[in-house]
């Protein structure tokens, strides 16, 4: 069997017809993993333990059969299939039992190495579209929008796929193709990735944006979730870029086996060495993709043009210089990233002004879902009334309560796992008013959290819901937390607040 699945090296292989395959979990994933396994002609079984009903019916229609089972225990139908490969859906960690029986006895992929596999359906040129792929604890999803409208900017057809929210594969059967795919890579995918054989990701330009301790609960250690992490670099063609205040991902490509000739490229907010990206004053500089590298560098925005767009904080000036970076090396000009970045605008929930009244501004950074990317918001304002807590996935905030917990006006507590929140607050800040929103009905979270940070907030504050935890305990997604945020705002304030006030997004900030 390996000697069959070694040869699966394209769509047009003959041996995925009849292929026995099941594939654990039926999200959008799990799905676009059975859709296009069906139309290569296998044999598909999806198991999962639940799943939207819409998706049970279409898997009739595609000819996948489905079978609804709890995975935390092994199912007997799926040891009765004895399927040639398992495809793990992203969402089931390592430790299930249901993967742990996989690995035991067989092949397992994920949908990316399905993916690269079949990724010359739909050819435009002589060869598939090149991937640009894209990881880091913060800052992923605005990096990968970012490089993909640098690329478009230049004419090429482009898409942000992955984790992002369009799977990889949906977009590798496109009808009309591409020219250019850019791939944001989560942990988990990048856990079950291939680093060698004919489901190794070759990318042309790579990318971690950060490190910081996340996922803990699914990848069982830090050591586990960074060796993930590092994947992205491998078998890179042209530049590797990292964060040069992160020596995390430096090391990252230092120990990376990458094609002979790939370059690392490191991204700064200060003074760019010679052969990589960052700030000249207040001007965005190339010094990697130059032929003088050692004695000049190449404009390619400045700061300006990241305030009219939203991204002048330090955060977002790094994943700018960070998706410029990844666009030079495929050969972008300057010109095609500066319209970019003049035309973008950031997704909802991220550092977003929300309303102002009173000299007091209302931000919402839901999508602060760890302690590092709260960091990099609780860093972007001088005096903040911080709303925090929700679920920590087994990661610390003591040291991020440590740092900034002194210096807050006060603090608003939610979500169910708030003792690490209090206690660390009462070893590093006891003086800071701590406040707790006692409702456990979602309906009332935010507009008790509202109005305890507007109890304490003074003339020059920001009020900065900045949750540092995943948003599951009490909420849809850190989506359903930020709006919901925003509409208690925009209904405490009624109509004292400056721009929107009807409860819909206001600019970013």
């Known amino acids: 069997m390996s000697e069959r699945l070694n040869g699966l090296d394209s769509w047009y292989s003959e041996g995925w017809k009849g292929l026995r395959v099941a594939v654990l ?48 225990t092994v199912p007997a139908s799926l040891v009765e299939q004895a399927p040639d490969l398992v495809v793990v859906s992203p969402g089931l960690p390592p430790h299930n039992a249901t993967v742990v029986w996989a690995h035991e006895h067989g092949p397992v992929w994920g949908d990316i190495e399905l993916a690269w596999r079949v990724r010359d359906k739909v050819v435009k040129g002589p060869v598939a579209a090149p991937w640009v792929t894209i990881t880091g604890t913060n800052g992923k999803t605005t990096t990968t929008q970012l490089t993909t409208a640098m690329y478009a900017a230049t004419g090429l057809r482009a898409v942000a796929c992955g984790n992002i929210g369009v799977p990889v594969l949906d977009v590798v059967r496109d009808p009309e193709g591409f020219d250019v795919l850019v791939v944001e890579l989560s942990s988990h995918q990048l856990h079950t990735m291939a680093t060698e054989g004919p489901g190794a990701v070759v990318p042309l330009a790579s990318a971690c944006l950060n490190i910081a301790d996340d996922h803990l609960e699914w990848h069982g250690s830090a050591e586990a979730y960074r060796a993930a992490k590092a994947k992205v670099y491998e078998r890179t063609v042209l530049a590797c870029v990292y964060n040069t205040a992160d020596d995390a991902t430096r090391r990252m490509v230092e120990e990376a086996d990458v094609v002979e000739g790939c370059r690392a490229v490191g991204f700064s907010l200060g003074l760019p060495a010679p052969g990589d990206v960052g700030l000249v004053e207040d001007v965005l500089c190339d010094r990697a993709f130059t032929e003088d590298r050692r004695n000049s560098a190449l404009e390619l925005a400045t700061v300006a043009d990241l305030e009219t ?70 860093s972007a304002f001088e005096s903040v009334v911080w709303i925090v807590g929700g679920l920590f996935k087994g990661v610390d905030i003591d040291g991020l309560v440590e740092r900034f917990g002194p210096g807050v006006r006060g603090v608003v507590v939610i979500g169910t796992d708030r003792t690490p929140v ?12 701590v406040l707790q929103v006692e409702a456990l009905d979602t309906e009332q979270v ?29 909420f849809g997604s850190y989506a359903d937390r930020g709006e919901r945020f925003a509409a ?7 109509g004292d607040a400056d721009g929107d006030t009807d409860g819909s997004a206001g600019e970013r900030a």
């Open 309 to 378: 767009a939203g991204l002048d904080s330090p955060h977002m000036t790094a994943n700018v210089l960070a998706a410029a970076a990844l666009a030079r090396a495929g050969s972008v000009p300057p010109s095609a990233i500066r319209s970019a970045v003049q035309a973008f605008r950031a997704d909802h929930h991220r550092t977003e002004a929300v309303a102002s009244a009173d000299g007091i501004a209302w931000v919402d950074d839901s999508k602060a879902t760890n302690p590092h990317a709260a960091t990099a918001s609780l």
């Open 488 to 494: 208690a705002v925009h209904e405490h304030l009624g």
């Open 446 to 474: 935010m507009p008790e959290a509202v109005r305890h940070a507007a109890s304490v907030a003074r003339p020059g504050d920001t009020v900065l819901l900045a949750p540092a935890a995943a948003s599951f305990d009490q």
């Open 422 to 433: 209090l206690e660390a607050f009462a070893r590093h800040a006891p003086a800071v008013p």
């Open 25 to 72: 979990g039926l999200g959008a994933t799990g799905f676009s993993v059975a859709d296009t396994l069906a139309e290569l002609g296998s044999d598909v079984v999806v198991y999962s333990t639940d799943a939207p009903a819409d998706s049970v019916e279409l898997l009739d229609v595609i000819g996948a059969r489905f079978v609804q089972t709890p995975l935390d």
